[in-house]
Antibody, heavy 112, light 107 residues
Framework: EVQLVESGGGLVQPGRSLKLSCAAS????????MAWVRQAPTKGLEWVAS????????YYRDSVKGRFTISRDNAKSTLYLQMDSLRSEDTATYYC?????WGQGTLVTVSS | DVVLTQSPATLSVTPGERISLSCRAS??????LHWYQQKPNESPRLLIK???QSISGIPSRFSGSGSGTDFTLSINGVELEDLSIYYC?????????FGAGTKLELK
């Protein structure tokens, strides 16, 4: 059974950092291009960042460029999102996804 | 950025009817267009990839068509379990973008 399990979300103050993890199982993680997609409360879906299967290339939306870092450890079948300098507008449920596979999401709330 | 415009925003449906949802791109995305279904408090579920390719485990009543800038998701015989929000997403050019969604509700 394919599973993507996110963790690391929570309440954080503006300007602070948080690191999300996504543990994958049930498929060959190293063969898949991975991404983080977020959804603010009651809003639509928004692509955040992507990483190639080898981890050699990464891509970000402009609003997180320079603040967020996507990475992966293929030996551990785990995807990461390091989020620095968090802003209130980063408040959302963050999903890790491999197009056909999605995690259950982890909620990040940025508030003082 | 490629803007995806979904229409209608809300569609009232009767079980059993055939419906079509539209997704129009502001520039060509070739066939790098995917459709998702999202129910309340659930993760998105991929329904159709690359405009028209079916996904294992997805009911055959769901189908997709189109290329370039105009795409359609069809549901042949809507069922009550299909009442949810549908999103299209383009994977042709960065930043990857989603449409605002079409909500299916019961008439």
């Amino acid at each position: 059974e394919v599973q993507l399990v996110e963790s690391g979300g929570g309440l954080v103050q503006p300007g602070r950092s948080l690191k999300l993890s996504c543990a994958a199982s049930g498929f060959t993680f190293s063969n898949y291009y991975m991404a983080w997609v977020r959804q603010a409360p009651t809003k639509g879906l928004e692509w955040v960042a992507s990483i190639t299967n080898s981890g050699g290339s990464t891509y970000y939306r402009d609003s997180v460029k320079g603040r967020f870092t996507i990475s992966r450890d293929n030996a551990k079948s785990t995807l990461y999102l390091q989020m620095d300098s968090l802003r209130s507008e980063d408040t959302a449920t963050y999903y890790c996804t491999a197009l056909a596979y999605w995690g259950q999401g982890t909620l990040v709330t940025v508030s003082s | 950025d490629v803007v995806l415009t979904q229409s209608p925003a809300t569609l009232s449906v009767t079980p059993g009817e055939r419906i079509s949802l539209s997704c129009r791109a502001s520039e060509s995305v070739d066939t790098y267009l995917h459709w998702y279904q999202q129910k309340p408090n659930e993760s998105p579920r991929l329904l159709i990839k690359y405009a028209s390719q079916s996904i294992s485990g997805i009911p055959s009543r769901f189908s997709g068509s189109g290329s370039g800038t105009d795409f359609t998701l069809s549901i042949n015989g809507v069922e009550l379990e299909d009442l949810s929000i549908y999103y299209c997403q383009q994977g042709n050019s960065l930043p990857y973008t989603f449409g605002a969604g079409t909500k299916l509700e019961l008439k």
